[in-house]
C-alpha cells in the first residue's frame, strides 16, 4: 500500500524544485561564467535550502553535517573515510574500464570539457590553488550537502510506502548526480560519477546520514586528482 499523504507530496515537490534550481540557475550563469557556473549554482542552491530547512524546523545536523558524538563515533570516521575512498575510486575505475572495454567510450581520450575547466591548471599555482579551494568548499561539502543529504531525504520521502524506497532514493539522487557532471565530462561523465554515486549514497544510509567520512573522502579524491593535473601527472 502507497503513501499519499501531504508529507510525501512535499517530499516529491521539494524533489522536483531543487534541481530545478540547481540546473536552472546554472544555465543562465553557463554564457558568463561557465568554468564556474556549477560551484556557484550549487552555493545558491544550499542558500535556499538552509533557509527552506529553518522555514520548515529542519537542520544541517539533522541531514547529517553534526558532530559524531562520542570519542568511538570520532574515531570510526577514518575507517570510514577510507571506506569511502576506496569505494569511489574503485567504483570509478571499474566503471570506467567496463564503458572503454564495450566501445562506449575511450579512456584514453581527455573529455573536451575536462580540457576546457582545467586545461591552464598544469604548473600555475594559483590556478591550482584556487581549484582546492572550489574543491574542499563545493564539491567535498557543498555536493555531499545536496547530492546526499538534501536529494536522498526527499527521495526517502517521496518513495515512502514504496518497495525498496532507500535504494530508489540513492539511485535517483545518483541520476540527478551524474546528470549534474554531464555538461564538461559527457556521458562518460554521467555514467562513471552517477554511479559513483550510487556507492557515496549506500555509504550515507550505511553510515547512518553521517556526512563527514563522505566529505573528507571526496575532498580527498578531488584534491588528488586536481593535484595531477598541477603536476601534468597520469590520472
Do not use: C
Request: charged share 15%.
Amino acid at each position: 500500500m502507497t503513501d499519499t499523504s501531504p508529507s510525501r507530496t512535499r517530499a516529491a515537490l521539494e524533489l522536483l524544485a531543487a534541481p530545478v534550481i540547481a540546473f536552472g540557475s546554472k544555465a543562465m550563469l553557463d554564457p558568463f561564467m561557465w568554468k564556474f557556473s556549477g560551484p556557484v549554482s550549487l552555493l545558491i542552491v544550499l542558500t535556499v535550502a538552509t533557509h527552506y530547512l529553518r522555514h520548515r524546523g529542519e537542520s544541517w545536523a539533522q541531514l547529517g553535517l553534526r558532530s559524531p558524538g562520542g570519542w568511538k563515533s570520532t574515531l570510526l570516521v577514518l575507517p570510514q573515510t577510507l571506506l569511502a575512498i576506496i569505494s569511489i575510486l574503485g567504483t570509478g575505475v571499474l566503471i570506467a574500464t567496463l564503458g572503454d572495454t564495450l566501445g562506449l567510450w575511450d579512456t584514453s581520450v581527455v573529455p573536451e570539457g575536462v580540457e576546457a575547466r582545467w586545461g591552464n591548471i598544469q604548473g600555475n599555482l594559483p590556478v591550482y590553488l584556487m581549484w582546492m579551494a572550489i574543491v574542499w568548499t563545493s564539491a567535498a561539502f557543498g555536493e555531499e550537502m545536496f547530492f546526499r543529504a538534501v536529494l536522498i531525504t526527499r527521495a526517502e520521502r517521496a518513495f515512502r510506502g514504496l518497495p525498496f524506497a532507500p535504494g530508489l532514493a540513492v539511485l535517483t539522487a545518483a541520476l540527478i548526480f551524474g546528470t549534474g557532471h554531464f555538461y564538461y565530462q559527457g556521458m562518460r561523465g554521467l555514467i562513471v560519477t552517477g554511479m559513483i554515486g550510487v556507492a557515496l549514497g549506500l555509504l550515507y544510509l550505511v553510515y547512518k546520514r553521517n556526512l563527514w567520512p563522505l566529505i573528507l573522502a571526496h575532498g580527498l579524491v578531488d584534491s588528488l586528482a586536481m593535484t595531477a593535473l598541477y603536476q601534468d601527472a597520469d590520472w
